[in-house]
């Protein structure tokens, strides 16, 4: 399986420079490209990321039946797959679906999916197993679906986004309460909202979307994929460890006031430039608390790479974790690359630094952590390779080769 080689300068002397443009948005595109089943012919997607999920998002949506059925093997490689199940039986009555795969970072149940389906009409009429032993679910909408008004019981990105999108072909309105506010919510409402949807309060705790009862939209207006938040945080976080200056291109400061903030508190200036943001390795890293939340609180896809900063911290940092529960595992093998990080229950890690890191072999455990570790190698000493990069190519585009372009000693090898 293809691995990173990379070949760290030591966290002592900063080596990137140069300018790196954030790429597009993973957690924009998916739920627009899932949204496309509810129009009644293809609309156009600029700008999407060259990423493995985006790619099985396409060949899921390909897949589909003159009945409403998906490739069940392509959909457990991913947990957005889940995005297509409510689009799926607003417009067809039915859809079967298997427990979505993705990362590894403790429990992700569907409940908040089934819960919603049900409070407009649907019904789980059977769940099992395949022969392979894949958990197959079922759920059916005969008469078709009827606008609610629903509270989720936590605040659940892709859950709201599902939502909206099932609620969307209903007879009546429906009312979302208790939404997740991320940007990406906004970007789909405004998306479906071009082409013919009504979905107000989108980025709100309360959404309504106005049932078109069946009738589907029509395509007038392309989606243009945004930065992507996620992926500019991490540079960031990556040029105030290793950056003599990086000027990072295509960013949207303001989806990212709770790091900016941090990063203040940590020391690390940032400078706002024509195109982006100047960021580099201050002479001191301050340790930081953070503590990971909903938008617009610290996003937990940001907290494996700030983990990594606070390990070059003069002091120390509790990292506490709200979202999931297994999301500090990573830790350990920051550990073994000498950092000291103590867990002390499953949601809280207190880091002491300031701690020299080694080269070590390491397998990618989800998305976000993987790229933590391409951060860790890059500020080590010695050589480290970073396998199941898979994971990580679900969501960074090319990120060798634009690493490499800003002066990282990283490898791509079979």
């Not at 409940?111 to 009429?125: H, M, P, R, T, Y």
Request: aromatic residues 6%; proline residues 5%.
């Amino acid at each position: 399986m293809p691995a990173f080689l990379i070949k760290g300068g030591g966290a002592s002397v900063p080596n990137l420079e140069g300018e790196i443009a954030v790429g597009s948005s993973k957690n924009a595109s998916l739920p627009a490209l899932a949204s496309s089943l509810l129009f009644g012919d293809m609309p156009r997607f600029l700008n999407l990321p060259e990423i493995e999920d985006i790619k099985r998002m396409s060949e899921l949506i390909l897949s589909v039946d003159s009945e409403g059925n998906v490739d069940l093997d392509i959909a457990k490689r991913f947990r957005a797959s889940i995005l297509v199940v409510g689009p799926l039986l607003a417009k067809f009555g039915r859809a079967s679906f298997p427990h979505p795969g993705g990362c590894l970072i403790g429990a992700r149940p569907i409940d908040v999916f089934i819960n919603g389906w049900e409070a407009i009409g649907g019904k789980l009429v059977k769940s099992g197993k395949t022969d392979g032993g894949n958990l197959i679910y079922t759920v059916e909408a005969p008469g078709g679906l009827t606008g609610c008004d629903y509270t989720f019981k936590v605040q659940s990105v892709t859950g709201t986004e599902g939502m909206m999108m099932t609620a969307l072909l209903a007879k009546g309105d429906t009312v979302l309460r208790n939404c997740a506010m991320e940007p990406e919510i906004e970007y789909l409402a405004d998306f479906l909202n071009k082409n013919g949807a009504d979905i107000r309060g989108a980025g709100t705790t309360e959404i309504t979307v106005a049932g078109r009862s069946g009738k589907l939209l029509r395509a007038v207006s392309p989606f243009l994929a945004p930065p992507d938040r996620i992926e500019a945080g991490t540079l960031l976080i990556l040029g105030a460890l290793a950056a003599r200056s990086l000027e990072i291109k295509n960013i949207n400061k303001c989806e990212l006031a709770s790091l900016f903030a941090a990063l203040g508190e940590a020391g690390v200036e940032t400078i706002e430039t024509k195109n982006g943001v100047l960021v580099k390795k201050p002479k001191k890293i301050n340790p930081v608390n953070i503590k990971t939340k909903e938008y617009p609180g610290f996003a937990t896809d940001l907290q494996a790479p700030f983990s990594v900063l606070a390990t070059q911290a003069s002091g120390q940092s509790l990292i506490h974790e709200t979202i999931f529960e297994g999301r500090l595992a990573y830790t350990e093998d920051l550990n073994r690359m000498g950092a000291k990080v103590t867990l002390m229950d499953p949601h809280r890690a207190l880091i002491t630094g300031h701690t020299p890191l080694y080269g070590r072999e390491l397998t990618s455990p989800d998305l976000r952590a993987g790229l933590a570790y391409v951060i860790a190698a890059l500020i080590a000493e010695g050589e480290s390779k970073i396998c199941n990069i898979y994971q990580i190519d679900r969501g960074y585009e090319k990120i060798d080769e634009r690493l490499r372009a800003i002066g990282a000693d990283i490898d791509r090898i079979d």
